[in-house]
């Protein structure tokens, strides 16, 4: 009788349970993150309004407020606004793609500048560049919805580049080539092969600048000039200039709701849905590949430098025929109320700090949980986390402000409130970067590694780290210059000696003349260059400068 040759152990029970143990510990971390400093502060706003019998129906609130006027417009902005930054964006895609790596750190310096820039910001720089005198007046955009979707696609140029470009450097090309060698010509290679594996990113990009768009505050209130009114901007005014809590609280219910269902209606094209990396040939450009590069570039400086370029004008030169000064950056350096840009700036930095890493650990571990997990789960998961992108600033400041007073002093002095209050804004975009890193690693090398006995913490350090690396380190940066950047919620938070440089800015532009309209805009600029450098920085730790959202 001839003997079964022994099975090896595979651990493969031992393994997925030791995994699935794992897992939810990880999942535990951005569910009591959001849960804690989410959660919190809308509930007790909406305690605040509709305790107690207050507040009156829900549904009579939104139709004094018109509210379904402001939901239609909304949507109609933001979905406008996404394709115009898509369409704004495919040039410059090219030239990173196609570009050196040089070149390519120097457009992802570039076109990730704006992000960070307060909107009342570039507003004003976009009243400067449409409006009477501006380099741009003849187009007669100026307080029109063309301003408005300009301006937004300015600010999030970014989001679409990295995003896309990310997936595309990283694409296997040998499935193109299969297609070109059985005949494909290269425009059908690219639609038939490429174009089907790109359109998660796509998809994933436009509903990040969807929800962007969907509740922007600075741009819209200055373009606007009070005839363009969002949800946003009607929490606004309903809880500052009305002090009307609970119109404000069922406006801010009701974005909610409408941010939900667009992370439901993209999921099914989430780009954590990706193909697995493979490698990327270099061709040798043609003539003609090398005048298209040239065009691109010239684009990208268009676009991402023009309104800059304004900034600095108006630094220096406030209004249109006003004299050339220097007054502007000689203020940098003032006290105002004991505290000077210089001095904001050196507490926006920390405080940009400790929120990158909190939102870092908190995306990432929500990225690492929801695609890991059955489909079910990750969508709720994916909604619960970008949830946050979608609330008013003005909803959150006005909550925390309830729960920081009837808080222990220990606790409504921290310091760690702002950066915490800053990460939970900045961990959507982080899940958004790293989810379609960690989907692109090849299941198989995660199941060779089990079968040879790594655990949760191995497999991750040895197989998914070193692949999404890249994505974490360009994550990291993102959320350090979107935490620099921060105006809305921070700018409630603020107390003498915890004044945040886009605070400082905003206030400089609400005092009349000449001199602090001049500070502002020299504070903008360092923002810019500040901001510059520390982009350019972290580039050139990315390989190839190839950082990917």
Do not use: K
């Amino acid at each position: 009788m001839s003997e079964r040759p022994a099975r090896r152990p595979t651990g493969r029970p031992a393994g997925r349970a030791r995994t699935t143990v794992a897992l939810l510990l990880v999942g535990a971390i951005p569910v009591m993150f959001v849960a804690i400093l989410f959660a919190l502060p809308v509930i007790a706003l909406a305690v605040r309004a509709f305790g107690h019998g207050g507040g009156g129906d829900l549904l009579d609130l939104l139709d004094g407020a018109g509210a379904w006027h402001l939901v239609a417009f909304t949507v109609e902005q933001a979905a406008l606004s996404a394709v115009v930054t898509l369409a704004v964006s495919l040039p410059i895609i090219w030239l990173v793609v196609r570009a050196g790596p040089t070149v390519r750190r120097i457009v992802m310096v570039g076109v990730t500048v704006p992000f960070v820039l307060p909107t009342v910001v570039v507003g004003m720089a976009f009243r400067a560049l449409l409006g009477d005198g501006g380099p741009l007046s003849l187009l007669g955009l100026d307080g029109t919805i063309g301003a408005l979707l300009c301006a937004h696609a300015f600010l999030n140029v970014a989001v679409v580049v990295r995003v896309v470009s990310a997936v595309l450097l990283s694409l296997d090309t040998r499935a193109a080539e299969a297609a070109r060698t059985l005949g494909a010509s290269a425009p059908r290679a690219f639609l038939t092969v490429v174009v089907p594996r790109l359109m998660p990113a796509v998809a994933s990009a436009m509903a990040l600048v969807f929800l962007f768009c969907s509740t922007s505050f600075g741009v819209v209130l200055i373009l606007g000039n009070g005839r363009l009114q969002t949800i946003e901007t009607e929490i606004y005014r309903q809880a500052v200039d009305y002090f009307d809590i609970p119109t404000a609280v069922a406006l801010t219910l009701l974005q909610v709701v409408l941010v939900a269902a667009v992370a439901l209606l993209t999921m099914p094209w989430r780009a954590d849905r990706a193909v697995a990396v493979g490698r990327r040939g270099r061709r040798p450009a043609s003539a003609a590949t090398r005048v298209g590069l040239t065009l691109a570039a010239a684009w990208a400086v268009v676009v991402c430098l023009l309104p800059v370029a304004v900034l600095v004008v108006r630094s220096v030169r406030p209004t249109t025929g006003g004299q050339w000064t220097l007054v502007g950056y000689r203020m940098l350096t003032a006290q105002v109320n004991g505290q000077s840009a210089v001095s904001s700036l050196r507490y926006s930095l920390e405080t940009a700090l400790g929120a990158m890493v909190l939102s870092v650990i908190v995306g990432v571990a929500a990225a690492v949980g929801i695609s890991r997990a059955p489909r079910v789960v990750g969508a709720f998961g994916g909604v619960l986390v970008v949830l946050p992108l979608g609330v008013s600033a003005v909803t959150v400041g006005f909550g925390y402000l309830i729960v920081l007073s009837n808080a222990p002093d220990s606790i409504a002095t921290s310091a760690a409130v702002i950066p915490c209050v800053q990460a939970l804004i900045c961990i959507p975009v982080v899940y958004r970067m790293v989810a379609p890193a960690l989907a692109a690693v090849p299941q198989n090398l995660r199941d060779s590694a089990a079968t040879l006995g790594a655990g949760p913490l191995r497999l991750w350090w040895t197989v998914d780290l070193p692949i999404a690396s890249r994505a974490i380190t360009s994550a990291a940066g993102f959320a350090f210059i979107m935490a620099v950047g921060e105006f809305g919620a921070t700018s409630f938070l603020t107390r003498p000696g915890t004044v945040t440089l886009p605070v400082l800015i905003g206030a400089a532009l609400g005092r009349p003349g000449e001199e602090n309209l001049a500070a502002a805009m020299a504070a903008s600029v360092l923002l810019v260059v500040i901001t510059g450098a520390g982009i350019a920085v972290i580039e050139m730790f990315c390989r190839d400068g190839e950082a990917g959202i």
